[in-house]
């Protein structure tokens, strides 16, 4: 059995805390969420950075106090606090040799939260895509044809394109609140 894992909001914290860690440091430097969030909600539809995010909002809004290297290292150092370490203790079970992970979005800013996480050496292959997550998916499937795969993802929408009936041995979990129990279920005792 294979599993592939992805990575913001499955196995990483990213809106619920990487987001709210963000917020906090902005407003702690004089910027506020009421000006940062429609800033963080435009960003969000291109391919993300921090950096640019921080960037834009200094620019465009002549702020000044701000240090963008500072507040950028001030915002991911706490990156490795923000792992579902539940999660993380399944993934060291079942062993590097059958966990995959997968990430969507820019693909520096992606390796960065990964670093700091400190979770690569826990997959035996790390996958960053800027578009679906559907080529990454299938080949893994097509590779392991022999075995069961089960994808992981908190957003439905990464499944919906998916063909079930070319790789009959996918299966997939959407990680919601009840994501680690239905994990669980499927794993062999």
């Given amino acids: ?13 990213n ?6 860690h963000m917020y906090i440091c902005l407003e702690k430097v004089g910027v506020s969420r ?6 963080y909600t435009e960003a969000r539809k291109k391919e993300f950075s921090l950096k640019n995010l921080i960037s834009s909002l200094v620019a465009r809004e002549n ?10 290292e001030e915002i991911m150092n706490e990156c490795k606090n923000f792992v579902n370490k539940e999660l993380l203790e399944v993934i060291k079970k079942i062993g590097k040799e059958n966990c995959f992970l997968i ?9 960065e939260k990964i670093k700091r996480t400190s979770v690569a050496s826990l997959f035996s292959k790390i996958i960053i895509v800027q578009e679906s997550k559907k080529e990454a998916v299938e080949k893994i499937c097509a590779r392991y044809k ?8 908190d957003k439905a929408h990464h499944f919906k394109d998916l063909d079930f009936k070319k ?5 997939t979990i959407l990680y919601d609140e009840q994501g ?3 994990l669980f279920s499927i794993l062999p005792q």
């Fill in 167 to 171: 790789y009959p041995n996918l299966k």
């Fill in 146 to 153: 022999d075995e069961e795969v089960i994808f992981i993802d």
């Fill in 63 to 72: 702020i000044k106090q701000i240090n963008i290297k500072d507040i950028c």
């Fill in 15 to 20: 809106t619920k805390q990487l987001k709210e």
């Fill in 103 to 111: 990430s969507y979005g820019q693909e520096k800013f992606q390796q």
């Fill in 34 to 39: 009421n000006i940062v969030e429609p800033y």
């Fill in 1 to 13: 059995m294979k599993f592939i894992f992805d990575f913001d909001d499955v196995l990483f914290y």
């Fill in 180 to 182: 680690l129990k239905k």
